[in-house]
Nanobody
Framework: VQHLEESGGGSVQAGGSLTLSCAAS????????VAWFRQAPGKERERVAAIDSDGSPSYADFVKGRFTISQDNAKRNLYLQMNSLEPEDSATYYC???????????????????WGQGTQVTVSS
């Protein structure tokens, strides 16, 4: 199981931007089946964006056109570029990946076995 650590959270005003990063450590394996989730107080954790093992990204409807998920070429880091932020985007954001580090396709929710501790994003109106 790989250790994941998020960074880049903070407080911004509505309409602003933030870029979240997620770094893998403790292993030389690459990150496959990666995703960003978020959880606001009193709400369930929801998937924001994901990258399948073929490199294809997917987004929740509520962030389409505003957020972009990406990985570095070495697949050791994961990013989430967030633009046009809204107060409703305020939450703790978590990165996740297949903890085995083994490539397979397609990915499923069961593959999200390694999680970071989360980074807080607060958007004020």
């Amino acid at each position: 199981v790989q250790h994941l650590e998020e960074s880049g959270g903070g407080s911004v005003q509505a309409g602003g931007s933030l870029t979240l990063s997620c770094a893998a450590s403790g292993s030389t394996s690459s990150l496959y089946c990666v995703a960003w989730f978020r959880q606001a107080p009193g709400k369930e954790r929801e998937r924001v964006a994901a990258i399948d093992s073929d490199g294809s990204p997917s987004y929740a409807d509520f962030v389409k056109g505003r957020f972009t998920i990406s990985q570095d070429n070495a697949k050791r880091n994961l990013y989430l570029q967030m633009n046009s932020l809204e107060p409703e985007d305020s939450a703790t954001y978590y990165c996740t990946a297949d903890g085995s580090g083994a490539w397979h396709y397609p990915c499923s929710a069961a593959d999200y076995t390694a999680w970071g501790q989360g980074t807080q994003v607060t958007v004020s109106s």
